[in-house]
């Protein structure tokens, strides 16, 4: 029983994704099996960026919302190795240095400017929002016209639009990539496809946050005026370390994710995995104050059960359901404002009420 109750939040987030996925199975009338593969490739991916997001809670930087970042990162490293005809676990691995090298560059300055920010959760996450939109911006500017610049690359090269200026916003990646990390360790058993090699690797970067940054709860407890120096500089130390991790993160997912579709996406869909992970870790019971790695994997399977099922109920509006499916983010972060404000408002009743006690 007191299993159950110390885990009770948790139980309760399962059997609400359970129920989603059920009423979604009886609507559609489509296989739960179907549906239950679907949640595990989508904890797989949007799980990392999930971790990432919440990698800089416990630091005093806030939600991080400038994940486009990494993803940049990630992008730059799979033009890289394309550009230059890397193939097979070569391709893999060249990304993968790339990109570990541009993200902890890049997520060094990125940590040097958050650990600089005096301010509240909120002023972090909007700043962090600007700079994640700035840093999409950039990217486009840099995809349109640098290219030709930096690369000597032909105008017949399959990576430049048909212009001749810039590149596609949809790179395909060399033959024989496709699924190269994927289908790592994956087993099938009964209709399931576990995709066992990536939730190793997710479970590693899990690991990794938690050890660094969230099982140290004394990084945002201040108990002794004494140490408030001290503190600190370690939250500006564990702030850096946070925003390199998270860049990290962000940048290993676009590979791990390119070579899923076989296929890249330049344009704006950095930006958009925002809007997509902001509310599903809402969900899951972060705040700017407090996040687990279990709010975070939880809030995507939560967020991704919400979509199935507004897709299905949706699915005969074809003009009206893509609108009302994408307000649905919106809506979540609405509501997790109003919690946030209704649970500071009560906090603040029951201090009052103990002072005059006092």
Not at 206 to 215: H, Q
Not at 268 to 275: K, L, M
Not at 312 to 322: D, E, I, S
Request: aromatic content about 10%; hydrophobic content about 55%; charged content about 10%.
């Amino acid at each position: 029983m007191a299993f159950l109750k110390s885990n009770k939040t948790a139980f309760i987030q399962i059997g609400t994704w359970l129920l989603l996925l059920a009423i979604t199975v009886f609507i559609s009338k489509v296989p739960f099996v179907s549906y239950l593969n679907n949640s595990l490739w989508n904890i797989c991916f949007h799980g990392l960026l999930a971790v990432a997001m919440i990698a800089t809670v416990n630091t005093s930087a806030g939600l991080n919302l400038g994940i486009p970042i990494g993803t940049i990162c990630g992008h730059l490293a799979v033009i890289l190795v394309t550009y230059f005809s890397f193939a097979g676990l070569g391709w893999l691995m060249g990304a993968l240095i790339i990109a570990l090298a541009l993200a902890a560059i890049v997520g060094f300055g990125y940590g040097k400017l958050l650990s600089k920010i005096k301010g509240s959760g909120g002023t972090n996450l909007i700043l962090t929002c600007f700079i994640g939109i700035f840093a999409v911006k950039i990217l486009n500017l840099l995809h349109s016209y640098v290219p030709g610049l930096i690369l000597p690359v032909s105008a017949n090269h399959p990576m430049i639009n048909p212009e001749g200026i810039g590149l596609r916003n949809n790179i395909a990646l060399p033959e024989g990539i496709m699924g190269i990390f994927s289908n790592f360790l994956r087993l099938n058993i009964g209709g399931v496809s576990i995709p066992c090699g990536l939730l190793l690797f997710l479970a590693i970067v899990c690991f990794v946050v938690w050890y660094f940054l969230l099982r140290d709860r004394r990084i945002t407890n201040l108990e002794h005026a004494e140490q408030e120096t001290k503190i600190a500089f370690n939250k500006g130390k564990y702030t850096l370390i946070a925003a390199m991790i998270s860049t990290v993160i962000c940048a290993l997912f676009t590979i791990v994710y390119a070579q899923n579709v076989n296929n890249i996406s330049i344009d704006n869909s950095s930006r958009t995995y925002v809007f997509e992970i902001f509310p599903a870790i809402l969900l899951g019971g972060v705040t700017l104050k407090k996040a687990s790695i279990r709010q975070a994997i939880m809030g995507v399977l939560l967020y991704d059960a919400v979509i199935v099922l507004s897709v299905v109920l949706f699915a005969g509006l074809a003009m009206q359901g893509p609108y009302i499916r994408s307000l649905i983010p919106f809506v979540i972060i609405v509501c997790a404002i109003f919690r946030s404000l209704w649970r500071s408002k009560s906090d603040k009743e029951q201090e009052n009420e103990s002072v005059e006690r006092n």
